[in-house]
Every structure is written in structure tokens, then in C-alpha cells.
């Protein structure tokens, strides 16, 4: 996907010769990226801030249409914008709380939403039933919706958006801006929904916690192609090559020195860092060396797998450019 953007300079004067000529620059922002998902999976979809991942969801629901490549989504193209295709997905850009109409009550949204999507009688009461049981919203349908408090809309807005049921659901940032108790409501809906309808779900997210309890599988992408697409204990193991042994030692004189890089001591109490092949040699080590209190071996944070991950690509970026 290329976007094609005006360029000029600052000033009068350029502003004046940008109205006379226009200049352009090509902006790619995704290419080479290709990928499928089976039916019901949860994907991370991850990358740097200006990566790809937004402009690939829009294409992969129909906003944009790509200035090459092949996408086929439910056997459809998604940018011939079918109504048949736009009522089994739904894009939810943010946490999208519900408020387009604040004097109506939440039902009469629900209702207005019923008839936009021509959602059958019965249907629509399953549907709604099924999402108020997930977002506990049996106490919000009959208020105004200017009246409620901004995680009772946040909630709403989730149902909002998902009560023709759609099949798949594209997330872009879902706990973006939310606290973390509403942001831990929207992770174990995201998750009880997909496992109770089967619907598959690629979700872009920032916030580890997201990822770790949502995605077995992770997408990479960077500067516009995949870096990576994999189970996520395998992109712990290729871009964090190291394990945390935390360590209790009854005597203060034990010395760990030549156990791995010493991150922190406190002590007796140490945190070594070892190649997560060498763990399992060096921990059988300490307990054969010294009379040991504690013992944990650590996965790093994905926080840390993330980070490492980036400064590698862009480390390949530096190199390559
Ligand atoms: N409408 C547009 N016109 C021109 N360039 C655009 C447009 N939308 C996005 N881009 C550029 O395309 C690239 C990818 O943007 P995109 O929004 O897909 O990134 P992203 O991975 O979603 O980033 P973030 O995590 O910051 O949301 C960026 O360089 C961005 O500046």
C-alpha cells in the first residue's frame, strides 16, 4: 500500500509554488506483508509506531483498497465493501465507547444498531443477551447514555459494535487510554468472546498485557513487511536468547561469579542472566555448588522480548540502509 503524499518547503513562497506545482513523495506503507489466519484464532498483530499495522487493518476491512497485492478475507475482497462482508466483521479503532446519540437510552442504541444491520428479532435478543452477559450491562440498558460514566459507555460501545455478531474483529489499540481495571474488562471480553462464537480476531496492541494473555501467535511487522509470525514463546526465544535465574543462597559468602552476568545482588539473594540454552547446566551448577535456599529460572518479560526485538530491527535497518 502507497500512499502518495505533497511535499514542500516551508515559507510563502513555497506554499505559493506548491499551488502552482504540486509535489509528491511515495509513501509505502506496507509491502510484502502476507499472511493467514485460520478460522478462530486471537493474532497479535505488533510493530513500531508507523509500522504498517493500522493501514493493513483498514485494507483487511474494506477502508482502503491496496494500490497492489491480493487479499481475500471470508473469500471476499474485502474493498468491493459487500454488504454481506461489512456485516461479519467489525474494525474497533480504540475503546470506541458508545455516545454517537447521548440523549437516547443504550437499548434504543442497541435498537437503532438492529435495524442498520437488519439483525433478525431473535437474533439480535440472543446477541444481546450473550454480549450483557459478557459486559454486565443488564443495569445500563434502559439509562440515557449521557448518563453513564466513561467505562459503563466504554462497555456499551464494546457491544455496541459487536451485536450483528460479526465473525471476525479487527482491533486496533483496544485498551488504548484505559484504566487498568477497564482495560482488564476489555482483554477478558475479547478473549470469552472469541472462545464462546468462534470468531477469529487480529488485534494490534502496544500494551503487553493485551498481547500475553490474548495471542499465542504474534505478527511482526516492520517498515511495512513481516519480521516475524510465530508462536510467542518462539519469538521469546529468538530475540531474547537469555533466561533469569533468581537465586537464594543460605551462605553470604557463596560467590556466583561464572554463572552467567550477574544483573543484581542483594545479599545473598542473585539475579544471573544466562543463555537460555546453558540454563539448565548452570542451574543444576548452583544447586550442586552451593546450599541453596530459593531457586527460579525466569522467561524475560515480553515487555523486554518487544524491546530487544525492535532494537534488533532497527540495528538491521542501520546496517542495510
Ligand atoms: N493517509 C496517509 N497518508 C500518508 N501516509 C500515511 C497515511 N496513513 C499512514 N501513513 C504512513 O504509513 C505508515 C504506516 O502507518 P500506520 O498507521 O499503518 O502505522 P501503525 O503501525 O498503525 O502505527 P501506530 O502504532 O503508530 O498506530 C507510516 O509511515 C504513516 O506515516
Not at 500512499?3 to 509554488?17: H, I
Not at 544471573?272 to 550442586?288: G, H, K, N
Request: with cysteine; glycine share 6%; charged share 25%.
Amino acid at each position: 500500500m502507497t500512499y502518495r503524499v505533497p511535499v514542500r518547503d516551508t515559507g510563502l513562497m513555497a506554499a505559493a509554488r506548491a499551488l502552482v506545482r504540486r509535489q509528491y513523495r511515495d509513501v509505502h506503507a506496507v509491502q510484502n506483508v502476507t499472511f493467514q489466519i485460520a478460522t478462530g484464532q486471537v493474532v497479535g498483530f505488533l510493530g513500531r509506531n508507523g509500522a504498517g499495522k493500522t493501514t493493513t487493518m483498514k485494507i483487511l476491512a474494506g477502508i482502503l483498497h491496496p494500490t497492489s497485492g491480493r487479499v481475500r478475507v471470508l473469500g471476499q475482497v474485502p474493498w468491493r465493501r459487500h454488504n454481506h462482508y461489512l456485516r461479519e466483521i467489525a474494525l474497533i479503532r480504540g475503546s470506541q465507547p458508545i455516545g454517537d446519540a447521548p440523549e437516547l437510552t443504550v437499548l434504543d442504541s442497541f435498537r437503532y444498531q438492529q435495524v442498520l444491520y437488519d439483525i433478525a428479532e431473535s437474533q439480535f435478543k440472543h446477541n444481546l443477551a450473550e454480549l450483557s452477559a459478557l459486559l454486565d450491562l443488564d443495569s445500563i440498558l434502559q439509562r440515557q447514555v449521557r448518563a453513564l460514566s466513561l467505562g459503563e459507555r466504554m462497555r456499551a460501545g464494546l457491544a455496541l459494535a459487536l451485536v450483528y455478531r460479526p465473525k471476525i474483529l479487527f482491533l486496533d489499540e483496544p485498551t488504548i487510554g484505559l484504566d487498568i481495571s477497564a482495560a482488564k474488562v476489555v482483554r477478558t471480553f475479547i478473549a470469552e468472546y472469541s472462545a464462546q462464537t468462534g470468531a477469529t480476531v487480529l488485534l494490534t496492541s502496544h500494551s503487553m498485557a493485551d498481547v500475553e494473555s490474548l495471542c499465542a501467535r504474534l505478527i511482526l511487522v516492520d517498515d511495512g513487511a513481516i519480521a516475524f509470525d510465530g508462536p510467542r514463546d518462539e519469538l521469546r526465544s529468538i530475540f531474547a536468547p537469555t533466561k533469569l535465574i533468581r537465586v537464594t543462597v543460605a551462605d553470604d559468602d557463596a560467590d556466583l561469579a561464572g554463572c552467567g552476568d550477574i544483573l543484581q545482588r542483594d545479599g545473598n539473594q542473585w539475579l544471573l542472566r544466562v543463555d537460555r540454552d546453558a540454563a539448565p547446566a548452570i542451574t543444576a551448577r548452583i544447586l550442586s555448588r552451593f546450599a541453596v535456599a530459593d531457586l527460579s529460572v525466569e522467561e524475560p518479560s515480553l515487555e523486554n522480548v518487544m524491546d530487544q526485538a525492535y532494537q534488533r530491527l532497527r540495528r538491521t535497518k542501520d546496517v542495510t540502509s
